[in-house]
């Protein structure tokens, strides 16, 4: 049955959430303590990881020392789940509707299982295209695929794989061909590289270098010519969690620029600024911060939460977000980690608060964003798979990364966002004017 927009969420979803919630509660609590991080080569599929070694390099002081929490002090599942389950849905921004009064009539000739795909990013298993993608991406299904370690053997090889994607994209059968899919891959630099090549140096030991700017530019145009050479056109970099302590979550890997958000801002804008004039979209993550996190806090392995006070995490984890709006940044990436300094106990990319009251209200981006992996440990008292595609769109999320450590079958996020809109879950104004946000991303992009 439909409902009107802005009513609650439909009993259907209330029932399979908390039924999933309380089958999750015995492996959440054996999570709870967060298990250090795990990966095949080049690092889990999600974005975090590395892809090989590297070396250590300097670290600048930082005059904030905050705390992370155990995951154990987590309310329980059922709750976390009813909570995801309570208050309205994300209201569309005025640059998404006015990126839907130019792509209305686009969208109105896409099945709601087309539009629902068009926001879904996609991963398989192998060297290969699978024939069943190649199937889906021809019928207007797929907004986009994610490559990993394990999908490429040589540039030549991506590069053809690629030539097949966007072929199936171009398709006659596809009412949306006329926007290139996001093919995209996680090429930080040093440790986390799914591509052979550069950015050769990593952020850790450009943030240290006598001119942090000018290297992060190089590797922004370093990473630009790799990706664009095999057909990619966005990169899920760069990293832009201030880091807290030597050997932490993101400096374990080298993945933090600094200590210090001064460093972290311009030489996060000179990535973003070099690459996106090669033609690849930059995506900074992972909002608000993951700074923060100890070695062991991987929300890959299950819930995570950041216990800083909010002056901290807006005067320092979020303040280096205002640089990478000015630098044009065309994705954010939002964080699975909880921070209930900021008003919610949901994980960030669950959470209306912090996507629309943070992330587009205090820090002021009006861009495209897009999810950390969905399959992640840290969503696990969230429900199925489709139960956590639909909040994440219902919280105001527009690309939606179908994957976890290993690949998912990307046909169930479809399927959350086609039933979500089916039955009201999904407000269709907004589900289709954040689609036509992410529409018009594409079109900007190389096919």
Request: net charge positive; proline share 6%.
């Amino acid at each position: 049955m439909r409902i009107q927009e802005g009513t609650d969420i439909p009993v259907r979803w209330r029932r399979a959430v908390a039924v999933a919630a309380a089958a999750a509660v015995a492996t959440v609590l054996a999570v709870a303590g967060c298990s250090s991080h795990s990966g095949s080569t080049g690092g889990p599929a999600n974005s975090r990881g590395p892809a090989g070694t590297g070396t250590s390099a300097p670290r600048t002081p930082s005059a904030t020392q905050p705390a992370s929490s155990p995951a154990a002090s987590q309310p329980s599942t059922a709750a976390q789940a009813a909570e995801a389950l309570q208050g309205p849905a994300a209201q569309p921004t005025s640059a998404q509707l006015a990126a839907l009064r130019a792509e209305g009539s686009v969208i109105d000739r896409l099945s709601p299982r087309q539009q629902a795909g068009q926001r879904v990013i996609y991963s398989y298993n192998g060297l290969t295209a699978p024939a069943d993608l190649l199937s889906l991406i021809r019928r207007g299904q797929v907004g986009g695929v994610i490559f990993f370690s394990f999908n490429i053997s040589s540039a030549a090889q991506i590069r053809s794989v690629i030539a097949q994607l966007v072929a199936a994209n171009n398709s006659a059968s596809n009412p949306a061909r006329a926007f290139p899919l996001l093919l995209m891959t996680d090429q930080e630099g040093g440790q986390v590289r799914r591509l052979p090549g550069g950015p050769d140096q990593s952020q850790a030991q450009i943030g240290a270098s006598a001119d942090p700017a000018a290297g992060a530019a190089t590797a922004g145009l370093q990473a630009a010519a790799n990706l664009s050479g095999v057909g990619m056109n966005v990169n899920l970099a760069p990293v832009l969690d201030v880091f807290r302590q030597a050997g932490d979550f993101d400096d374990q890997f080298q993945r933090s620029y600094s200590m210090n958000p001064a460093i972290v801002a311009p030489a996060g804008a000179a990535f973003i600024r070099a690459q996106q004039q090669r033609g690849v979209a930059a995506t900074a993550k992972h909002f608000p911060g993951l700074g923060a996190a100890t070695a062991s806090q991987n929300t890959d392995n299950g819930p995570v939460t950041i216990s800083l006070p909010a002056q901290t995490l807006r005067s320092v984890d979020e303040s280096v977000y205002r640089a990478a709006i000015g630098a044009g940044v065309k994705l954010v990436m939002v964080s699975w980690a909880k921070y209930p300094a900021l008003g919610t106990s949901l994980p960030g990319g669950l959470a209306p608060t912090i996507i629309g009251g943070e992330l587009r209200g205090r820090v002021g981006y009006t861009g495209a964003t897009i999810t950390d992996a969905l399959g992640a440990g840290a969503l696990q008292a969230y429900g199925s798979l489709q139960n956590k595609t639909m909040l994440a769109a219902r919280a105001g999320m527009e690309a939606l990364l179908c994957t976890a450590t290993n690949p998912l079958p990307g046909f169930k996020c479809v399927d959350g966002l086609t039933n979500g809109l089916a039955d009201g879950a999904l407000p269709r104004t907004a589900f289709q004017a954040q689609l036509a946000q992410l529409l018009q991303l594409r079109a900007s992009l190389s096919s």
